[in-house]
């Protein structure tokens, strides 16, 4: 069964930094994409950052809203993707979930139940 | 970048049909995903590439895209289906290649 965890969400104050987890079961990380998409409260869909499959050369691409200050990446050996974010501010605050999708063509079918950063001091 | 735009909400009454559109320019040469999302909840995919379901999404949703204009398609209406859609899809011609709606909010009277 595929499973979506996220964990590492919590209150951080504004210049600080968080890593999120999302652990992965029933698939591998590596051989698919990988999202993390974000809502802030009472707002919609905002994507994040996408990871590539192996097989499409693990590129990586952010919103211009987070490049610079967010990092995407996987550690296959724990089939886990992170999401490290620096330098945050009050805007970054929203529920974080990650996603993955077999191919772009099937979009994103597995969501994980997402987890909470809220920046403020 | 390529921007995606939904009406912010679509009402229905019980048994009607609800269409949920999504423009974007020459959205019809794209595969377009939507997906559920209820209050609280993590989204769910509904309907991907233009008009397939996943496993366990009833025959009452349906997709299409043409031209300019992507619907989603939610016939006999239910209470149940009451919730924010959202529409998205891959672009590869640049540095975002994920790109969402900004969401329909389905209202069923």
Known sequence: EVQLVESGGGLVQPGGSLRLSCAASGFTVSGDY????????GKGLEWVSVIYSD???????????????????RDNSKNTLYLQMN???????????????RYSVTGFD??????LVTVSS | SYVLTQPPSVSVAPGQTARITCGGNNIGSEGVHWYQQKPGQAPVLVVY???DRPSGIPERFSGSNSGNTATLTISWVEAGDEA?????????????????GGGTTLTVL
Do not use: N
Request: net charge negative.
């Open chain 1, 34 to 41: 990988m999202t993390w998409v974000r809502q802030a409260p």
């Open chain 2, 49 to 51: 590439d233009d008009s």
């Open chain 1, 87 to 101: 330098d945050v501010r009050t805007e970054d605050t929203a529920v974080y979930y990650c996603a993955r999708a």
């Open chain 1, 55 to 73: 097989g499409s050369g693990g590129r990586t691409y952010y919103a211009d809203s987070v490049k610079g200050r967010f990092t995407i990446s």
């Open chain 1, 110 to 115: 597995y969501w994980g139940q997402g987890t």
């Open chain 2, 84 to 100: 924010d859609y959202y529409c998205q899809l891959w672009d590869s011609s640049g540095d975002h290649p994920v790109v969402f």
